[in-house]
């Protein structure tokens, strides 16, 4: 029995969920794509909870591949997953990074108690990877590391239909959800 996979078109920041992945960058402190957006429906919550990660145990950032949570401030969940997605590069095999920070956000998500897990599709705006192949590495690890006995959902929340489409293709591929 695998975790059910359910993909959504629309905007991460107004999913109800336990969590929601913010694709972050690794000052913590917002940015532009999904993590601005996060941090502006959010509110100041999240920015001073980053803030003070940034102060104690991320003085130089939060590492690519890595996770860490925060509350979820005005958001309709009870934390955010923050975790850095890796920039694409055609001469350096990266994959591992991505497949990491789905791991590690869902490794976050089962400490803090969450069943239901919201992702955004990691490092396919600004970063620039593909969105076929990150949506090969998204699904393949949340199907590898999500434990149906920890999680109810995983939810892939694409902000256009050009995504939605490709991730559902992956999804197909791999049988349904």
Not at 22 to 27: E, K, T, Y
């Amino acid at each position: 029995m695998t975790v059910p996979i359910v993909l959504v078109q629309g905007d991460i920041t107004r999913q109800r969920a336990d969590a929601l992945v913010n694709a972050a960058n690794s000052s913590l402190l917002g940015g532009g794509g999904v993590d601005g957006a996060i941090h502006r429906a959010g509110g100041p919550e999240i920015l001073d909870a980053c803030r003070r990660l940034r102060a104690s145990h991320y003085g130089k950032g939060l590492p690519t591949g890595h996770a860490v949570a925060t509350g979820a401030g005005r958001l309709d969940a009870r934390h955010v997953i923050h975790t850095v997605g890796p920039v694409w590069s055609a001469t350096e095999d990266r994959s591992e990074l991505l497949a990491s920070c789905h791991r590690e956000s869902l490794r976050v998500a089962a400490e803090l108690g969450a069943r239901t897990v919201a992702f955004p599709a990691i490092s396919t705006g600004v970063y620039r990877w593909p969105v076929a192949d990150a949506a090969r590495i998204a699904i393949g690890t949340v199907r590898e590391e999500a434990d149906p006995a920890l999680f109810d959902e995983v939810r892939f929340v694409l902000f256009d239909r050009a995504a939605h489409d490709v991730f559902s293709a992956e999804l197909a591929a791999r049988g349904a959800g």
